[in-house]
């Protein structure tokens, strides 16, 4: 299982990083490389030339100020489990990574990375859409911004040009008081799930639920937000009858694929029972 | 392409394919065959390396890319001498049959009782969870970190 | 015993640790040759079909790549013998050691390309051009059965063979049984999966016509005779060498394709050739295992008194009946009862082909599957005739008063095949089992919801029939330096041997385990062995060291009587010296001069030991996502004599815990078409360390085997044996309320979701009983006559 050949450079600068991307169709980016580097050995991917990041400055920061968090594309997942910062500033984003994969994984896997990878079970691009979440990329036109909901478009598959490179993700303001939770299921830890949601809410004076955002993870072709679950939360006193309902709601309104010994049915149930406990945990604990 | 980097504290050049896996670089160009390949596509954890202080799979970082880091392999764990607490607990412990697995092991858990000298059962589990063993059913790996973390505590307190 | 050391029975560190800790294990890939090829190997890419042609050009063209070997270069395409039970008829279904036209399962070998790196090798495998006739697959034994594709058009059938096992009268039993219940079963194909991958280094010394391999596992001394006779040299021309070997299980070691295609590659090009498998093609190159169905059943008496079992079992046995292919098939038939009085059985398995990974054996071959059988069945009927499930066991174990006792007959086979439970006491293991688990206790948590989940307990007996025959040779040689080095032809697969030969031989010899050197599998080092299959290393090769300890002493005993004077009688042997009464003494090392040197040969008349034990569990189902947790997991056995509790232990919780990633998660899955689904470690899934952490066993060694010297019984494979009966059961029981019927496996959650998951929603829980349900059978499956 070796990769087949191809030439590699790790540019200065991201122009040059960009430069390079277009200049070869079969050009392609690695950072971390822990989704790539399976594809290259499986041959899956037969890229001509492995364009490496590693060189290239102010990819790596955790910036934390009043508009959110800007997490830098070479940003890995254990420097956002090791960044207390972020204990208040994002609790959703904390705990969600780190049951990202494992140990080894978590030491080179990336924020650029996984969004690029877009796999439909992966746990930052559902954080991403469930929070509004924007991405910048950088090409050989310019920069431009995509919300994570416009992104990703099906399984492994983005609106990401060929010479664009994502180089940040913007989660917005995260207030303190918020209700919020994340439940993933995979039979082994730190498998990709079968099925895995977050979601978050704030409340109003009298303890009513306000700017629900729910999203589903590993369930469908894509991460994507439950509408009809959060406009059903929106307004409404948490209570084990809302609780159930929204449960309902979700195994309704997903949309999991069918495969051979996962039977979507196990899906859409798997969904509802995350969806359960993740509302009755969020009910009993509130961010700082 | 010349890669130069550290290997178990000696400074080492190679000139390796760009497509060329850092597991490979070690065992075949620097004949340090005690990293072992199990899957290479980063299921098994048996190629588990210390790049620059962190754990990771070398069958999942191209050799290319260690230019300027320093990496520790089982071969730099040991000493020609005794066995460290981590490998004598292994022993006492029977953590290891065929021994494939094992060199991935001592590496993760050498890192992970470096940063965490106090990692509970539970911890220690979920960390390993990322190697594969076949023999053993694990527990007595677990047994045998659980039972190592004494001697890193202390070197800590230095 | 001689001496005064008491290694056996010590939890002796392992000597194999040592080198394996510092990373300087040399398994087969950490070795090269001068100008060594890398060889990559061309798989068929469809379950059936023809090669219509093969376009070799353009991968010969890539620089670095070498040659390119086909059945063509090979000429007489050789077939891979069956090494045990090769029985009339078989010869029909072997598999070609290369494709020869006709395709049978993803994976078969078609072409091996050499080249100056494993890469361009892979590079050239990429570049060769198949043209290719898909044929309609045969998917599964259903569609096999059928006959109407045959995978040998010649041989007009898909059954590769059928297995009857009998016992007493089944149709009397059954006619009179005032209780039958019939039930359909199924196990999953899985495998063995060592975490070391296949490897071998081939070399072919063209002067001396000599052929070397490395790499070899488990039966080096019947793969050496078997390459030889294919190369068309003298067995005493090939050397197979064994290195350290990265975990065997059953799978590992075996002849395979590639045990003939690399070697001869080596002579082909003249240069040394090394293949490493790779994890995919591990997955499809590898045997399979474990794949049954059947339908079966159980007859009682009223008061749960087993009157018999019978049905028929179909084994999915892949492509080719493989070297030991038939045992899966075999022992489903004799030993479908395990350790229960069944006094009339008659069990029919039929072994069928179909266009999938060829099939071999795994730990505990054909028992884990039986096991699951039977005590599902037996299960069943505890709870349609209301007795506990502890209660029943205790009633049908075979007692020990009943020793030996005869397993059924075997057809083909007969009476030259017959085999019986040795020795001990089964009930004593249970009693122990259930005393240590407080199963009384326990019983009250049966089927109730706590916090969410359902409870469950189960309980499984089981025997392990190990040790095969026929024999086993050990050389013990007195070297120069006062060291015995033992050679020894059992195979180290990492259970480790060379720890408990060197227990064996110091004890016997009287000796500090420091001056033993232990070394084995290679064909160099003896002129025959019979290997490490059947946990039978320490049974036989353990006996033959024994034997080979004593006759040194002898030996030792005489040369120092000739050099000091008196009867050998009169000599005693202390510490590596030998001693006269007046207190003269000579050291070893002075009499090695001498050439003390014995060979023995330990035979055991094919008469298997059989370890027994029983194995408890207790486990919480979540119907939410169908996750089973085991919160608890023991196994009790009478191992007859143990040799190192260390690594006795070891094999007990590695047993186990494989076993549960057979009853949980592992799955090879093939679609229609014949492909295989699960083809990497993310899709065939195994157990981690956070999986399965409470797992416990105990090891007894009350009732020695009575067919060696050291009282040993073969130990490797017992505690697998009841996990996916006991999963299945333990779930059962806890889904009780459901009418679950955990009747295949895996349990995977999708799977146990199910089952929770036809009940409406709103009774959830509501009919979760503490007592064992006494009216709960299938509908229409059981029938208690009145």
């Given at each position: ?288 | ?158 | 015993m001689i001496g005064t050391n ?468 050990a050389r013990l040689e007195l070297e120069p330096d006062g060291t015995v080095a033992v050679y ?17 031989a110091s004890d016997t010899l009287g000796m500090p385990i420091d001056l033993v050197r ?27 060291v024994y034997e080979g300890a004593k006759s040194l002493l002898e030996k030792i005993r005489g040369a120092a009587a000739a050099r000091l004077g008196g009867p050998p009688d009169d000599i005693e042997l202390v510490d590596g010296r030998a001693r006269t009464r007046d207190g003269r003494s000579l050291s070893f090392a002075d009499l090695a001069a001498d050439g003390l040197r014995v060979d023995a ?186």
């Amino acid at each position: 299982m070796k990769p087949a050949p191809f030439e590699y450079q790790a540019p200065a600068t991201l122009r040059e990083a960009v430069d390079l991307l277009a200049s070869d169709p079969e050009a392609m980016v690695i950072a971390g490389g822990q989704s790539l580097m399976p594809l290259l050995a499986l041959r899956l991917a037969t890229p001509s030339l492995l364009i490496d990041l590693r060189r290239v400055p102010g990819l790596d920061a955790i910036a934390i100020d009043d508009s959110g968090i800007r997490l830098g594309a070479r940003v890995r997942w254990r420097d956002i489990e090791d960044d207390r910062r972020l204990e208040t500033a994002h609790p959703l984003l904390r705990e969600t990574i780190a049951q990202v994969a494992h140990y080894q994984i978590r030491n080179r896997g990336t924020v650029g990375g996984s969004l690029a990878h877009a796999d439909p079970a992966a746990e930052l691009p559902g954080i991403a859409v469930t929070c509004d979440a924007e991405l910048t990329l950088v090409g050989v036109a310019g920069t431009r911004m995509v919300r994570a909901g416009d992104f990703f478009t099906g399984p492994l598959t983005t609106v990401r040009q060929h010479d664009e490179i994502i180089t940040e993700l913007h989660l917005p303001f995260w207030p303190s008081g918020r209700r919020w939770a994340f439940r993933e299921f995979a039979q082994r830890r730190g498998d990709f799930s079968l099925a895995g949601i977050a979601l978050f809410y704030g409340e109003d004076q009298e303890g009513r639920v306000a700017n629900a955002h729910v999203g589903v993870i590993g369930a469908c072709d894509r991460p994507q937000r439950l509408m009809e679950v959060e406009a059903l939360l929106n307004g409404r006193f948490i209570d084990e009858g809302l609780i159930r309902e929204a449960a309902e709601t979700s195994a309704r309104t997903v949309d999991p694929p069918e495969d051979l010994h996962v039977p979507a049915a196990y899906r859409r149930a798997l969904v509802a029972t995350l969806i359960e406990r993740g509302l009755r945990s969020a009910a009993q604990h509130r961010s700082a | 392409m010349q890669v130069n980097f550290k290997l178990n504290g000696t400074p080492v050049v190679v000139d390796v394919e760009p497509r060329m896996h850092l597991a490979d670089c070690l065992r075949d160009e620097l004949r340090q065959t005690g990293t072992h390949l199990g899957c290479e596509h980063g299921a098994c954890g048996a190629c588990t390396v210390i790049v620059d202080g962190a754990a990771v799979r070398a069958c999942l970082m191209l050799a290319v890319q260690v230019e300027g880091s320093s990496i520790v392999t089982v071969e730099g764990l040991s000493t020609e001498e005794a066995l460290t607490p981590l490998q004598t607990a292994f022993r006492k412990h029977h953590a290891l049959q065929c021994g494939f697995c094992t060199p991935g092991m001592l590496t993760t858990a050498h890192a992970l009782l470096t940063d965490e000298p106090d990692a509970d059962g539970d911890r220690i589990r979920a960390v390993l969870s990322g190697n594969l063993c076949r023999c053993t059913g694990y527990i007595p790996i677990v047994d045998a970190v659980l039972d190592a973390r004494a001697a890193y505590r202390k070197s800590d307190k230095r | 015993m001689i001496g005064t050391n008491r290694y056996i029975g010590s939890p002796v560190e392992r000597i194999e640790d040592l080198r394996f800790l510092r990373g300087r294990g040399e398994f087969v890939g950490d070795l090269k040759s001068q100008g060594m090829l890398h060889a990559a190997i061309l798989r068929s890419p469809i379950a059936h079909g023809r090669i219509r042609g093969l376009d070799s050009a353009a991968a010969r063209a890539i620089p670095g790549v070498r040659d390119v070997i086909a059945a063509a270069e090979i000429g007489a395409v050789p077939t891979i013998p069956l090494r045990l039970l090769p029985l009339p008829g078989t010869e029909r279904f072997l598999q070609p050691v290369i494709a020869t036209g006709r395709l049978r399962y993803v994976g078969e070998p078609i072409a091996v390309v050499l080249a100056d790196s494993a890469a361009l090798a892979e590079d050239g495998v990429g570049a060769l051009i198949l043209d290719l006739e898909e044929l309609p697959p045969v998917a599964d034994r259903r569609a096999s059965g059928r006959h109407e594709i045959l995978l040998f058009e010649e041989s007009g059938t898909n059954l590769a063979m059928t297995f009857t096992g009998v016992l007493g009268d089944a149709e009397a039993a059954f006619r009179d049984a005032p209780y039958v219940r019939r039930e359909c079963f199924e196990v999953q194909r899985h495998t063995a999966l060592p975490m070391e991958p296949r490897g071998l280094l081939a070399e072919w010394d063209s002067t001396q016509q000599r052929m070397t391999v490395l790499g070899a596992a488990k039966v080096p001394f019947f793969n050496r005779d078997t390459l030889a006779a294919m190369l068309g040299l003298a067995p005493a021309s090939v050397d197979l060498i064994e290195n350290d070997v990265g975990g065997g299980f059953g799978a590992r070691g075996e002849f395979y394709p590639e045990d003939f295609l690399i070697p001869f590659a080596a002579r082909h090009v003249g240069r040394p050739v090394r293949w490493l498998e790779d994890r995919r093609e591990h997955l499809t190159a590898m045997n399979h295992a474990r794949q049954a169905d059947c339908e079966v059943e159980i007859a009682c008496r009223r008061d749960g008194t087993i009157l018999g079992m019978r049905g028929e079992i179909f084994v999915d046995l892949g492509a080719y009946v493989r070297t030991n292919g038939l045992i899966q098939p075999r022992t489903l038939a004799q030993c479908f009862s395990g350790p229960y009085r069944v006094p009339n059985l008659h069990m029919v398995v039929r072994a069928l082909l179909t266009n999938k990974t060829p099939s071999g054996t795994y730990r505990g071959p054909g028992r884990y599957e039986a096991s699951f059988f039977c005590e599902r069945l037996i299960e069943l009927a505890a709870v349609d005739l209301g007795l506990d499930s502890a209660e029943m066991r205790r009633r049908n174990l075979i007692g020990a008063a009943e020793m030996p006792y005869k397993l059924a007959r075997l057809e083909p086979g007969g009476a030259a095949v017959d085999t019986e439970c040795d020795s001990g006491d089964y009930g004593e293991v249970l009693e122990r089992c259930l005393a240590e688990f407080a199963w009384e206790e326990k019983r009250t948590l049966q089927g109730r919801l706590i916090d969410g989940r359902y409870h469950g307990i189960a309980v499984a007996c089981f025997i392990e029939g190990a040790g095969a025959g026929p024999k086993e040779a050990a050389r013990l040689e007195l070297e120069p330096d006062g060291t015995v080095a033992v050679y020894v032809g059992s195979a180290a697969v990492g259970q480790g041997l060379e720890t408990v030969m060197a227990q064996v031989a110091s004890d016997t010899l009287g000796m500090p385990i420091d001056l033993v050197r232990v070394f084995h599998g290679s064909t160099p080092y003896l002129n025959e062995g019979y290997g490490a299959f059947a946990s039978r290393s320490t049974v036989l090769g353990g006996s033959a060291v024994y034997e080979g300890a004593k006759s040194l002493l002898e030996k030792i005993r005489g040369a120092a009587a000739a050099r000091l004077g008196g009867p050998p009688d009169d000599i005693e042997l202390v510490d590596g010296r030998a001693r006269t009464r007046d207190g003269r003494s000579l050291s070893f090392a002075d009499l090695a001069a001498d050439g003390l040197r014995v060979d023995a040969m330990f035979q055991n008349n094919n008469k298997l030991t059989y370890t027994y034990g029983s194995a408890v569990a207790h486990v919480a189902v979540d119907l939410g996502t169908g996750q089973v947790e085991v919160l608890d997991f023991l196994v009790v056995e009478d191992v007859g004599r143990i040799v190192n509790p260390l690594t006795l232990h070891g094999q007990a919780i590695g047993g186990v815990v494989q076993g549960l990633g057979g009853a949980f998660m592992e799955n090879l899955v093939y679609d229609a078409n014949g492909q295989l689904l699960t083809g990497t470690l993310a899709d065939y899934l195994i157990p981690t360390a956070s999986d399965f952490p409470r797992i416990r066993a105990i090891a007894l060694e009350n009732h020695p085997s009575p067919s060696n010297p050291l009282g040993v019984k073969g130990a490797g494979e017992g505690p697998i044996i009841p996990v996916g009966g006991l999963m299945a059961n333990a779930v059962g029981n806890a889904l009780a309320s459901f009418g679950a019927m955990p009747n295949q496996l895996p349990l995977s959650p999708a799977r146990v979701w199910r089952m929770g998951a036809e009940a409406p929603m709103e009774n959830l829980g509501k009919n979760a009983r503490a007592e064992p349900v006494s009216d709960a059978a299938g509908p229409g499956r059981s029938q208690i006559r009145r």
